[in-house]
């Protein structure tokens, strides 16, 4: 199976304990991460006729209802320039934010029969579960500028700041997805409180209304510190209205609230889920 | 044979001295907290906070204590729920230990059971990548094997069906075919020989052969005692968490099926009887190897069966009879005195016989069933006692020909 030298390697490495090698451990970390992610993706509308194309009909059939109900009903769109595109980004990342957290609630539980029968990290499944979510959303991205582009918004050379927002948002929901991936498996009443707390979210986050000036001033700083509603003031300005105001200037120094809170909710899910998943696989 | 392989150990004990073990399992346990209530809610807590969690402890193993030599063929056995299994995953590093410590000296195989990740919805092919890649291949080495995975497997026509029209042995064999492509210098094998036609079987001994003759350090779990003698130097026997015995392999097959079959033995309710049991009673039936009682023998190993009969009337010229039946309940050998046109005698009341025979091992590996009967002389057919099935036996060995006998011979091969 293998040459002399390397069993000879292999032995001489065995004297000096057991020493893994990161790179090596890193880069099957991340195989096995995009491994499941694509077979997952592949495999959510298997058996379909449309397949994948179906991760785009739930945004956009959401998009078209809240479109008519809030233009033509509501009128929310008064003063917002461009409020169709702002809506419909929205709608797209929070749809991003909600798939990965959702999906990684039970994601380790799902995976039982392989945390059982073989030694990797753990934290595979929930990262597994964001590339899953990231692929869709790139899916879904190229419809958007497509309708972008209809609606008259065209990408501009503020659209590079996108990804950064992107890995924001990324690291908000992967935080979050790890935590809620752990408490799962001790308490299974995460799951409906997540639900709850997801569709409070929903309202709460400007997806439908903008931060300014639709939210009144005396509670627009207590608004913004809901990372994602300063995440969607920020992507208004950059994507579809270059003379909204941003969220720095919006918040002052207090911009590192939610800041601080992308990188707390991260630092808090990585660190209890790295405490957690040596005992995962017995837990289950 | 066991000479052979004692000298054999002896030697690799010595070419292999200076080496560090490969696997080191130091007084290691495991205790498993089984909560009373499985699912603890929030609401729960929340209203009994001063409540401790009550939890039941199962000592799933204590105390194992283990070097294994690099290139040593090791087997785990026992029954269910004995351990074995908890012991793999924790050298594989998917529990923790308790108590007690296991290192692994050189690269480890990541899995402990075949195909794992496969996915039904998917081809064979795609199944094979990711397989592979769970085992620690990178996505490039998966998809550069995966021909050769596919002709080891002998599925060159099916690489592209979906695996959920696999038969279980196709995907046995399909992870087994995935499994040998892993470089590592330890190997964990979790019941591997359980499914698989007897063709595939072979080719799974054939590269255990050669992984044995590349020096590739095994663990493997298995209920399979024939495997257990073939392949592994040495074995262990664990029962409800603790090492009853490590030794050779031969020895610890003979121990498990005695803790197999002997207890079920016991444990059996009484089978049919038929006869009034006035005249005389069969009160124990049992085998012997060497003289001793057994339960199991080896193969071709000589075993004598025999049954003591107690009078309480005076019966002259009963006819005692032996019947022996296999595992499929086919009567595989009956004899009577009254067959062998044997005399013998008359007996008075309370006085207790031994009736033994003793055969040539020609029973083929597999579990036996010994009647003993005694009937009135004449036609035979005025049955005193006879009890089905009292004792029991196992005969195991390594090679199994699919017949029900081995007769001795010899092969004679003429030209022209």
Request: charged residues 20%.
């Amino acid at each position: 199976m293998s040459a002399p030298a390397a069993e000879l390697d292999a032995a001489a490495e065995g004297r000096r304990e057991v020493a893994p090698d990161r790179l090596a451990e890193a880069r099957r970390l991340w195989a096995l991460t995009w491994t499941l992610a694509v077979t997952d993706w592949r495999l959510r509308f298997y058996g379909s006729v449309l397949g994948v194309l179906w991760t785009l009909v739930r945004p956009f059939a959401f998009f078209g209802v809240i479109l008519f109900v809030f233009t033509e009903i509501a009128g929310l769109d008064k003063d917002v320039h461009n409020y169709a595109i702002y809506i419909l980004f929205a709608l797209v990342l929070f749809t991003f934010f909600s798939e990965v957290t959702s999906n990684s609630v039970g994601s380790l539980v799902a995976r039982e029969s392989l945390l059982r029968k073989m030694r990797f990290h753990p934290i595979v499944i929930p990262l597994s579960v964001a590339v899953t979510a990231l692929l869709n959303l790139a899916m879904t991205f190229v419809a958007v500028l497509v309708f972008s582009v209809i609606f008259g918004v065209w990408p501009t050379w503020r659209w590079v700041e996108l990804p950064l927002l992107i890995a924001a948002m990324t690291a908000l929901a992967l935080g979050v997805g790890m935590l809620l991936s752990a408490l799962y498996v001790r308490y299974r009443d995460v799951q409906p409180i997540w639900d709850v707390a997801l569709q409070m979210l929903f309202y709460a986050s400007s997806v439908l209304y903008v931060a300014f000036p639709t939210v009144p001033d005396e509670y627009r700083d207590y608004f913004l510190c809901n990372p994602i509603a300063a995440l969607f003031a920020q992507m208004r300005r950059m994507v579809v209205d270059p003379h909204a105001p941003s969220v720095f200037f919006l918040m002052g120094w207090r911009v590192a609230i939610p800041g601080a809170i992308i990188v707390g909710l991260f630092a808090l899910g990585l660190w209890f889920f790295v405490r957690e998943s040596p005992r995962v696989a017995e837990n289950l | 044979m066991s000479g052979a392989v004692l000298a054999k150990s002896e030697q690799r004990g010595l070419r292999l001295a200076p080496e560090p073990p490969a696997v080191e399992i130091d007084h290691v346990s495991k205790t498993f907290r089984l909560p009373r209530q499985r699912y603890s809610t929030l609401k729960e807590r929340a209203l009994h906070p001063l409540r401790a969690m009550q939890y039941d402890e199962l000592h799933a193993l204590n105390d194992v204590h283990v070097s294994i030599a690099p290139g040593e063929f090791f087997g785990i056995v026992g029954r269910n729920g004995s351990g074995k299994s908890t012991l793999l995953k924790i050298l594989a590093g998917i529990y923790r230990a308790d108590a007690g410590r296991v290192a692994v000296h050189g690269r480890l195989s990541p899995f402990i059971e075949l195909g794992v990740g496969f996915n039904p919805d998917l081809a064979a092919r795609d199944n094979i990548v990711i397989n592979a890649v769970m085992m620690g291949l990178s996505r490039r080495e998966a998809k550069a094997r995966t021909e050769a995975v596919i002709e080891f497997a002998e599925l060159q026509e099916f690489a592209e069906l979906k695996l959920k029209n696999y038969s279980s042995g196709m995907a046995v064999r399909l992870g087994f075919a995935t499994a040998i492509q892993v470089d590592a210098d330890v190997l964990l094998v979790d019941e591997v020989l359980a499914v698989g036609d007897a063709g595939f079987q072979q080719k799974c001994f054939e590269e255990f052969t050669r992984l044995k003759a590349a020096g590739k350090t095994v663990v493997f779990v298995t209920h399979d005692m024939h495997a257990t003698e073939r392949f592994c130097d040495r074995a262990m026997l664990i029962e409800r968490g603790d090492v009853l015995r490590i030794g050779e392999p031969r020895e610890i097959a003979r121990a498990y099926n005695e803790l197999n079959f002997g207890r079920l033995v016991h444990g059996a309710p009484d089978s049919a009887r038929y006869g009034d049991q006035r005249a005389c009673e069969i009160l124990d039936a049992w085998f012997e190897r060497d003289g001793r009682r057994t339960s199991e023998v080896a193969q071709h190993e000589r075993v004598a069966m025999a049954f003591r009969v107690r009078f309480h009337e005076r019966v002259a010229e009963p006819v005692f009879g032996f019947s022996l039946r296999n595992d499929v309940g086919h009567t595989f050998f009956a004899t009577t005195t009254e067959q062998r046109a044997m005399r013998t005698g008359t007996f008075e009341p309370g006085e207790d016989v031994t009736v033994r025979i003793e055969v040539d091992g020609v029973m083929s590996p597999t579990r036996y069933e010994l009647s003993p009967s005694v009937a009135r002389a004449g036609t035979g057919a005025d049955t005193l006692d006879l009890r089905e099935d009292l004792a029991s036996l196992h005969v195991h060995g390594t090679v199994v020909t699919g017949g029900l006998v081995d007769l001795p011979h010899e092969f004679e091969i003429v030209r022209g």
